[in-house]
Nanobody, 115 residues
Framework: QAQLVESGGGLVQSGGSLRLSCEAS????????RMWYRQAPGREREYVASIARGGATRYADAVKGRFIISRKYNENTVYLQMNSLKPEDTAVYFC?????????WGRGTQVTVSS
């Protein structure tokens, strides 16, 4: 069964770092890019970063220069390295993939940044 599973969230102080992982099961995901979104309480889900199949990366302005998205093809895993974290980065972070058969999402991992 094709699915995405996020991990690596937790509680960190402002200025700290976390690395999120998005592990994919099912060969379908190796042919597509991956993306990270986040959703804070009471807010819409918002785009964070994405990496294309060929490796090109994009970032939301709010995280540019602080977050890095990367991919290990042999592990079919995508990472989100988050540095210089701020309280406004607190949210549930979701990994997603747009495939020919639709968009897949993981269940999310909670990131909490204390001031």
């Amino acid at each position: 069964q094709a699915q995405l599973v996020e991990s690596g969230g937790g509680l960190v102080q402002s200025g700290g770092s976390l690395r999120l992982s998005c592990e994919a099961s099912g060969n379908i995901f190796s042919r597509y890019g991956r993306m990270w979104y986040r959703q804070a309480p009471g807010r819409e889900r918002e785009y964070v970063a994405s990496i294309a199949r060929g490796g090109a990366t994009r970032y939301a302005d709010a995280v540019k220069g602080r977050f890095i998205i990367s991919r290990k093809y042999n592990e079919n895993t995508v990472y989100l390295q988050m540095n210089s974290l701020k309280p406004e980065d607190t949210a549930v972070y979701f990994c997603g993939a747009e495939t020919g058969g639709g968009t897949y999402w993981g269940r999310g991992t909670q990131v909490t940044v204390s001031s």
